[in-house]
């Protein structure tokens, strides 16, 4: 999956093994959003982007309005290890997008 994050959308796109798009994006607005779970490691936080900032992986589910679900599971690739199989700072930037973007916009 790729995630964009706007100003007041999320778009997410399916990609296939080689990067490629599958299919149309999803966009998302904020009141579109029915419900959201996290799950992973986050420290029992209420919002969103607080989890997706306290753990390393986390797992994100969101329903939409119109039907859709969306599991996601994220990595912030940070560590000398690991991070860069991760995605590296790229992938913790993006994540930190995706937090801010939360924490901006709760959903519905």
Request: hydrophobic letters at 35%; glycine letters at 18%; proline letters at 6%.
């Amino acid at each position: 999956m790729a995630i964009g994050v706007s100003d007041q959308r999320l778009l997410i796109l399916s990609l296939d093994r080689r990067g490629n798009p599958v299919g149309e994006p999803l966009s998302i607005a904020p009141d579109q959003i029915d419900g959201v779970k996290t799950g992973g490691a986050g420290g029992g936080w209420l919002s969103p982007g607080n989890v997706i900032l306290d753990a390393t992986a986390t797992r994100l589910e969101m329903r939409t309005s119109d039907g859709e679900k969306v599991k996601l599971m994220l990595m912030r690739g940070e560590g000398k290890v690991l991070g860069g199989l991760g995605g590296g700072d790229p992938q913790r930037r993006g994540l930190e997008a995706l937090a801010e973007w939360f924490r901006r916009v709760p959903p519905g």
